[in-house]
């Protein structure tokens, strides 16, 4: 009977020539830190790698497998938005490739440098060393091209066609498209799985998923979390949940205020509906859904009891 030892199997899977167009993916699986995907596509004599981690050490996890599907160098980092979990792995990436160019908003590159939100500083405090210093972060940034609404670049022959969106579920989010495969790496505006958090702006983020069914309607979605890509109506149901919230929050906040008894009752309506959500960073889903009830709460001007 014809075998196969671990060490054939792998040396089958290394050495399988990548597909045209193929997006290779790692996603993070640590207890104390929530999943987050990084996305890689060869090019003719490089790599393009969307986001890089939050915390070093699966940065290096997911370095060595992309270095397991290829033997060319990353020519070209695009960070998709300024959470940690997306950019706090790249000093790992840009020690490893230090020709590489890293893409982002100013937005962004600004929030990272002046750690505007207080992110740095708290998962540092958390993380400790698993986490990069706020001078790792800065070397890594030292080059970091500023990119531009509706810019397009040739990277080694492959067209890159960047969309900015503005503040809603983080500062800026930038889209990455290779407009030639019909594949967009929308960061964190679609997220299936787990609660969507408005962290700046609930309504901006209903009029963004708009644009973007009508800027990638065929296009295959690759997300910043879960399972990529997803289907059209997959991404839908950030819309439908995020207007479920809304809707909620409004019936409840007429006095101007949202009491503990009234999140408590759009929480029990938002996991009826969602079961299956998970929770992200240690939190469970009811934390995270009486999070997002509180933050849009105040977006609509109300006084949130905690």
């Not at 986001?51 to 290829?70: S, V």
């Not at 998962?123 to 070397?139: I, P, T, V, Y």
């Not at 495969?181 to 958090?197: C, K, T």
Request: no cysteine.
């Amino acid at each position: 009977m014809f075998k196969l030892t671990i060490a054939a199997l792998l040396a089958i899977s290394t050495s399988t020539p990548a597909l045209a167009g193929q997006v290779y993916s790692y996603a993070s699986q640590v207890n104390d830190v929530d999943s987050v995907n990084s996305h890689w596509i060869e090019t003719e004599s490089g790599v393009i790698l969307v986001d890089a981690q939050r915390i070093l050490p699966e940065a290096e996890r997911a370095l060595q497998h992309l270095q397991a599907t290829t033997s060319k160098p990353i020519i070209a980092i695009f960070v998709t938005h300024p959470h940690t979990d997306h950019y706090g792995g790249l000093p790992v990436w840009t020690e490893a490739y230090p020709a590489a160019k890293v893409y982002m908003t100013a937005t962004a590159l600004r929030s990272i440098r002046e750690d505007s939100r207080g992110y740095n500083a708290a998962r540092a405090k958390r993380h400790g060393e698993r986490f990069a210093a706020q001078s790792a972060l800065d070397a890594a940034l030292a080059n970091a091209i500023i990119v531009q609404d509706g810019q397009s670049l040739d990277i080694d022959g492959t067209r890159v066609t960047l969309q900015e969106f503005g503040p809603s579920e983080a500062e800026t989010t930038l889209a990455v498209s290779l407009e030639n495969n019909e594949q967009v790496f929308i960061g964190d505006l679609i997220n299936v799985g787990v609660p969507a958090v408005p962290f700046e702006s609930l309504e901006n983020w209903l009029g963004q998923l708009a644009e973007i069914e009508r800027l990638y309607a065929s296009f295959e979605i690759y997300q910043g979390h879960g399972p990529a890509p997803i289907t059209a109506d997959e991404a839908n149901e950030q819309r439908t949940f995020l207007t479920k919230l809304r809707d909620l929050v409004a019936a409840r906040i007429a006095d101007e205020s949202l009491s503990v008894a009234e999140q408590d009752e759009i929480v029990f309506a938002l996991e009826a509906e969602w079961p299956f959500y998970d929770g992200v960073a240690g939190n469970t889903r009811r934390e995270m859904l009486a999070f997002d009830a509180g933050i849009v709460a105040e977006q609509m001007g109300a006084k949130v009891d905690r």
